[in-house]
């Protein structure tokens, strides 16, 4: 079985402040992505990867950044925390792009005061 | 644009069926995934569909009409551990997310 492992279930930041969100997948995938979730705006895609130091912005980029210097490693960095940055986000990787399922780790709640 | 389409929420009786309805106007398609995220949980992969016509995985059914941009999803024999919300998903370059339809089983 695929596993995903997000740094953090629960995480709690100032405003201002970097952070920076984790996730390891152990099964050897070309691709990574990074989502957050939003009551009844659904998943939305903020950067992937499908290589070891790729990227492609997703639909929503502005204030984040990504970091792929391992392959069985995606990072997630908020340059400078805001309020509008609280939400769960979820990382996932696949096998293929767009014709593979994608498999998600349990997410991280941040919350920016 | 592009942009999928989905029930916000549906109320069905444990041991019946029912359909979960998505439309889809995408730039690309590369296949249509559904899956299932319980509350505070991960979404976790149930089927996928690259060609017209209904897939059968146990209780659960998925079907594709590529030229209507539709696709539903089948629960039979519905189970109160059924109640979650299910997301379509339409496969490309960028998979795109619906928002999601919550499913409420009751007794």
């Known amino acids: 079985d695929v596993k995903v492992t997000q740094s953090s279930r629960y995480l709690v930041k100032r405003t201002g402040e970097k952070v920076f969100l984790e996730c390891v997948q152990d099964m050897d995938h070309e691709n990574m992505f990074w989502y957050r979730q939003d009551p009844g705006l659904g998943l939305r895609l903020i950067y992937f990867?499908?290589?070891?130091?790729?990227?492609e912005k997703g639909d929503i980029p502005e204030g984040y950044s990504v970091s792929r210097e391992k392959k069985e490693r995606f990072s997630l960095i908020l340059e400078s925390a805001s309020t509008n940055q609280t939400s769960m986000y979820l990382c996932?990787?696949?096998?293929?792009?767009?014709?593979?399922?994608?498999?998600f780790g349990d997410g991280t709640r941040l919350s920016i005061l | 644009g592009q942009n999928i389409d989905q029930p916000t929420e549906m109320t069905a009786t444990e041991g019946a069926i029912v359909q979960i309805n998505c439309t889809y106007q995408?730039?690309?398609?590369?296949?249509l995934f559904w899956y299932q995220q319980h509350a505070g949980e991960a979404p976790t992969f149930l089927s996928y569909n690259v060609l017209d016509g209904l897939e059968e995985k146990g209780r659960f059914s998925s079907f594709l009409s590529r030229s209507k941009g539709y696709s539903y999803l089948l629960l039979k024999e519905l189970q109160m551990k059924d109640s979650a919300s299910y997301l379509c998903?339409?496969?490309?370059?960028?998979?795109?997310f619906g928002a999601g339809t919550r499913l409420f089983v009751k007794a």
């Open positions: 998903a339409v496969g490309g370059f960028k998979t795109i």
């Open positions: 996932a990787s696949s096998l293929g792009v767009g014709n593979q399922p994608q498999h």
């Open positions: 995408t730039s690309g398609f590369n296949g």
């Open positions: 990867s499908y290589d070891v130091k790729m990227k």
